[in-house]
């Protein structure tokens, strides 16, 4: 494997399924799409940050680490996942929650993955803003700076662009298990569509496929920045990406595509579009996508094949990276199709 070599600690149900969408793609009339179920990781109701933590952990573990220390929003996956990871190795955690999303109940802030992160029993700090990575950081060196005053050996999980994409490995894994999956498909896969956050995933994803020879295109849908913001940060980690696995040369600027039609109205906030994606979804295949992070790129995904992007024939690989616990946070999914503007499933 292209990842060989790396330290690594066990946790994901591996292959995840590769599943077909007959009855999305019969009511769309487009391609033939399918979804990598990375939402069936295993630990802690899953996600691809499972993944990504394998070589996160393994790393901290080489390095001696008794505590992990992460950030993220509320309702961050990463958060969860992270705490998850460290009780399932028998090590401290101490987490910092963002204020990404504004004007969310009370609700939100007990519900999903927030309330689960209370379950798990992480220490969890706060930190008042939500855009300011540079000040998450240096707020996490504080946190690690107490560990460390009580005798602990921390280690800092950052997705910050300065710092080296180790998770990213975790999706240079699934992408060739992505591959060796394709053989249950009548033909090759076509395209690739999955959300663009951290930009870990898709940075993974595309470093994976090119060291491996494949010219797939993967489409990264827009979850926290703009378009061009996106797309020079995945084009910066798949070349780090590239350069660990010992493929300087597999990633070109071209290859990085992104688009951010439906990250309005910003990081966790729903919109029609976003809502009809996760009920279509939900109503034609029994799967429930979240509204942060994989609503937004099936929405995306649906435009794309709305503008006849995508020929019958073709087949379209939908990654699903999990975040069903947030579903919880957001009770207005539940209102009737016409309250709040929210439409109904076709």
Same mark, same amino acid.
């Given at each position: 494997?292209?990842?060989?070599?790396? $330290?690594?600690?066990?946790?994901?149900?591996?292959?995840?399924?590769?599943?077909?969408?007959?009855?999305?793609?019969?009511?769309?009339?487009?391609?033939?799409?399918?979804?990598?179920?990375?939402?069936?990781?295993?630990?802690?109701?899953?996600?691809?940050?499972?993944? !990504?933590?394998?070589?996160?952990?393994?790393?901290?573990? @080489?390095?001696?680490?008794?505590?992990? #220390?992460?950030?993220?929003?509320? !309702?961050?996956?990463?958060?969860?996942?992270? #705490?998850?990871?460290?009780?399932?190795? &028998?090590?401290?955690?101490?987490? *910092? +929650?963002?204020?990404?999303? $504004?004007? =969310?109940?009370?609700?939100?802030?007990?519900?999903?993955?927030?309330?689960?992160?209370?379950?798990?029993?992480?220490?969890?700090?706060?930190?008042?803003?939500?855009?300011?990575?540079?000040?998450?950081?240096?707020?996490? !060196?504080?946190?690690?700076?107490?560990? =460390?005053? =009580?005798?602990?050996?921390?280690?800092?999980?950052?997705?910050?662009?300065?710092?080296?994409?180790?998770?990213?490995? &975790?999706?240079?894994? @699934?992408?060739?298990?992505?591959?060796?999956?394709?053989? *249950?498909?009548? &033909?090759?896969?076509?395209?690739?569509?999955?959300?663009?956050?951290?930009?870990?995933?898709?940075?993974?994803?595309?470093?994976?496929?090119?060291?491996?020879?494949?010219?797939?295109?993967?489409?990264?849908?827009?979850?926290?920045? /703009?378009? !061009?913001? *996106?797309?020079?940060?995945?084009?910066?980690?798949?070349? *780090?990406?590239?350069?660990?696995?010992?493929? $300087?040369?597999?990633?070109?600027?071209?290859?990085?595509?992104?688009?951010?039609?439906?990250?309005?109205?910003?990081?966790?906030?729903?919109?029609?579009?976003?809502?009809?994606?996760?009920?279509?979804?939900?109503?034609?295949?029994?799967?429930? +996508? /979240?509204?942060?992070?994989?609503?937004?790129?099936?929405?995306?995904?649906?435009?794309? #094949?709305?503008?006849?992007?995508?020929?019958?024939?073709?087949?379209?690989?939908?990654?699903?990276?999990?975040?069903?616990?947030?579903?919880?946070?957001?009770?207005?999914?539940?209102?009737?199709?016409?309250?709040?503007?929210?439409? @109904?499933?076709?």
């Amino acid at each position: 494997m292209l990842t060989d070599g790396f $330290p690594r600690v066990d946790l994901t149900h591996r292959p995840t399924p590769l599943e077909p969408m007959p009855n999305l793609s019969a009511h769309l009339g487009g391609p033939k799409l399918w979804i990598k179920r990375d939402d069936c990781t295993g630990l802690a109701m899953g996600g691809n940050k499972v993944r !990504q933590l394998e070589f996160y952990v393994g790393e901290a573990l @080489a390095e001696g680490a008794d505590t992990l #220390i992460t950030t993220g929003a509320v !309702q961050s996956n990463h958060v969860r996942l992270t #705490i998850a990871a460290a009780r399932k190795l &028998g090590l401290s955690c101490e987490v *910092q +929650l963002e204020e990404r999303v $504004p004007g =969310r109940s009370e609700s939100y802030y007990r519900s999903g993955n927030a309330m689960l992160n209370r379950l798990m029993g992480a220490k969890i700090h706060r930190f008042p803003a939500g855009e300011d990575e540079a000040g998450a950081e240096l707020a996490m !060196q504080r946190i690690a700076e107490g560990v =460390r005053s =009580r005798g602990g050996r921390p280690h800092i999980i950052s997705l910050a662009q300065d710092h080296r994409p180790t998770g990213s490995l &975790g999706y240079v894994d @699934a992408a060739e298990e992505m591959m060796q999956q394709a053989g *249950q498909m009548s &033909g090759s896969i076509d395209a690739v569509a999955v959300t663009s956050g951290s930009g870990s995933t898709h940075a993974g994803l595309l470093a994976g496929l090119r060291a491996s020879g494949n010219s797939i295109p993967v489409f990264g849908f827009c979850a926290r920045r /703009d378009a !061009q913001a *996106q797309r020079t940060r995945v084009l910066e980690r798949s070349a *780090q990406v590239a350069a660990m696995i010992r493929h $300087p040369d597999a990633i070109a600027p071209a290859d990085v595509l992104t688009d951010d039609r439906f990250l309005k109205p910003g990081y966790g906030l729903l919109s029609e579009a976003v809502v009809e994606a996760m009920r279509l979804v939900a109503f034609h295949e029994g799967i429930l +996508l /979240d509204p942060t992070y994989t609503g937004k790129a099936m929405a995306g995904l649906l435009a794309m #094949i709305a503008e006849g992007c995508f020929s019958r024939t073709e087949n379209v690989v939908f990654v699903h990276t999990g975040g069903t616990p947030a579903l919880f946070a957001y009770p207005e999914l539940t209102d009737p199709p016409d309250a709040a503007g929210i439409p @109904a499933a076709a």
